[in-house]
């Protein structure tokens, strides 16, 4: 019974909206890629452009940090660590995107892994 309830409001939702769900989540899906370029390429203007200026997040151990200025922060490296290859670069891959049928949001869930640049060949 719960399959055909989900089968109907597939069925019942305009083939239009389900498109643009669908090219949203890829846009996000390239917005993430070309994110993951300008990370490794420790571009911090890059990153930030694809945060809001109110953007916030929640570190690890549940640590908050508010505004675009602050976030871009976590992005820059120390010199030294720079010049050794020691920076850290993260990649994140969503595994999948959900696009909001009411809002301008999406909620990405996948893996965001850390590697030394040397690592992954970078510098």
Do not use: C
Not at 19 to 37: G, L, P
Not at 83 to 92: H, K, N, P, S, V
């Amino acid at each position: 019974m719960r399959l055909s309830v989900v089968a109907l409001v597939l069925i019942a939702l305009p083939l239009g909206a389900q498109k643009r769900r669908v090219d949203d989540a890829q846009a996000v899906r390239t917005a993430r890629a070309a994110q993951n370029r300008a990370i490794a390429a420790l571009d911090t203007a890059v990153i930030a452009s694809y945060w809001t200026g109110d953007v916030e997040i929640r570190r690890g151990l549940g640590v908050l940090v508010t505004g675009r200025e602050n976030y871009k922060k976590l992005f820059v490296n120390d010199p030294a660590a720079i010049a050794r290859g020691e920076e850290l670069i993260y990649q994140r891959t969503p595994a999948n995107v959900v696009v909001s049928k009411q809002w301008p949001l999406a909620y990405e869930e996948g893996t965001w892994v850390g590697h030394l640049a040397r690592q992954m060949g970078q510098r």
